[in-house]
């Protein structure tokens, strides 16, 4: 359900009109807002737009879309200029003065796109109580906003770039995604629901799929997924016979999206999932953590699933992973190095962590990750992303 609380208003034909407001990204309702339609141009929008200024529209559908792409181009060119002088100014790395760490271009990388974000969020769309769209040549929107926000009595309005992301994940649920880490002859896929990240990166699966599991699984087979998000570690580690498989998580997307995915998979009888912050009471033989892998605040609740603010979740899991291990049992540690090339984090303070944890490193296997990332040489973050490397780290008490 949409959170009544949060009011937007203005005036139209002379009257004050006031009602819902949303924002998953959790941002206020704009100050200043114009009654838009067709007649706009892209030029005088992106000019109000960078003044925050925001257009509620009631002009045709598919024109604020291409409003909206118009907005996209203009936004990048900033992006495009920040990147030119990046690379011109880690190119001259001996004038120390111009010079930029990775960080830096890490904390420009992520100014730019919030300052984009915030000029694209600036269009406007209304819809209705039944989550239909009173605009012209406007889709059917309907399933994919129930999914989002259940039912509703009242008439709302988002930013038209919220709703296209609903739109596409509504699809991305319906379509799943292939994991072939997961067993053939069944279901394959795994369906993500929207506000939850999309196990997109197979190799972090296919560690967890291969790596040999631990002694104490002879004698206590039950293992913990800690952040389940879509379950899908749950149900590799349910397919490879783990017993019981008890998946973790806060947040109540993340809960619905992986217990709709054991349904699916038809691992009800193995697999259970608990809303609980990281650990479930009880101990267990493998302990399984994905946690976000750059120490850096969100934007936005998909965010969360990446940033991890002061690493907060990774200390976390390694400070309470001794006293949830069985005897001979091991917690494995996906974590992507991507934080120790941009100067985020260093080894040694992972390192750090771990043993204030009490806990030994029985060993490690590398991947190195396949994403397009990698290979986008104009992506700001391309050397740190090309150096990138995915762990698997087995850990066990002291």
Same mark, same amino acid.
């Given at each position: ?266 691992? #009800?009888?193995?697999?259970? =999932?608990?809303?609980?912050? %990281?650990?479930?009471? !009880? +101990? ?6 994905? *946690? ?56 040694? #303070?992972?390192?750090?962590? =771990?043993?204030?944890?009490? %806990?030994?490193?029985? !060993? +490690? ?6 994403? *397009? ?26």
């Amino acid at each position: 359900m949409i959170d009544l609380a949060e009011q937007i208003s203005w005036t139209e034909g002379g009257n004050t009109v006031n009602t819902q407001w949303h924002s998953e990204k959790g941002m206020p309702p704009p100050k200043k807002l114009l009654i838009a339609d067709d007649t706009l141009t892209a030029d005088a929008a992106y000019r109000l737009a960078s003044e925050g200024t925001a257009f509620l529209w009631r002009g045709d559908f598919q024109n604020a879309r291409q409003l909206l792409q118009a907005l996209t181009r203009r936004a990048e060119r900033p992006i495009k200029r920040n990147r030119k002088a990046i690379n011109a100014k880690t190119k001259a790395a001996d004038d120390a003065i111009n010079s930029l760490t990775p960080r830096d271009v890490f904390n420009l990388h992520r100014q730019a796109q919030s300052q984009r974000a915030r000029i694209l969020d600036m269009v406007l769309i209304p819809i209705d109580a039944n989550h239909h769209i009173p605009l012209r040549r406007a889709p059917d929107v309907t399933e994919a906003c129930m999914e989002v926000y259940g039912a509703q009595n009242q008439s709302y309005v988002i930013s038209l770039r919220e709703l296209l992301g609903i739109v596409s994940a509504h699809e991305w649920r319906k379509k799943g995604v292939l994991i072939d880490s997961l067993k053939a002859g069944g279901s394959q896929r795994i369906y993500p629901h929207y506000g939850v990240f999309s196990p997109l990166r197979g190799e972090y699966i296919r560690l967890v799929a291969s790596t040999p599991l631990p002694a104490a699984m002879k004698t206590e087979s039950i293992a913990f997924d800690i952040g389940t998000g879509t379950g899908v570690l749950a149900a590799v580690l349910a397919q490879r016979g783990v017993r019981r498989v008890i998946g973790s998580d806060q947040d109540p997307r993340a809960l619905g999206c992986a217990r709709a995915n054991i349904r699916q998979l038809g691992l #009800e009888q193995a697999v259970e =999932i608990v809303s609980t912050n %990281l650990y479930p009471s !009880g +101990k267990a033989s493998l302990i399984v953590c994905n *946690p976000p892998w750059l120490p850096a605040r969100p934007s936005s609740p998909i965010e969360r699933a990446i940033y991890d603010p002061d690493s907060q979740m990774l200390k976390g899991f390694l400070a309470g992973l001794g006293e949830h291990l069985f005897a001979q049992g091991e917690g494995w540690l996906i974590l992507s190095d991507l934080a120790e090339h941009l100067g985020l984090r260093s080894r040694a #303070e992972l390192l750090s962590w =771990i043993d204030a944890a009490q %806990l030994d490193v029985l !060993g +490690k296997v590398d991947t190195k990750p396949h994403h *397009p990332k990698v290979m986008d040489e104009k992506d700001p973050l391309h050397s740190a992303r090309k150096a990138e490397v995915t762990s698997l780290w087995r850990l066990a008490p002291k």
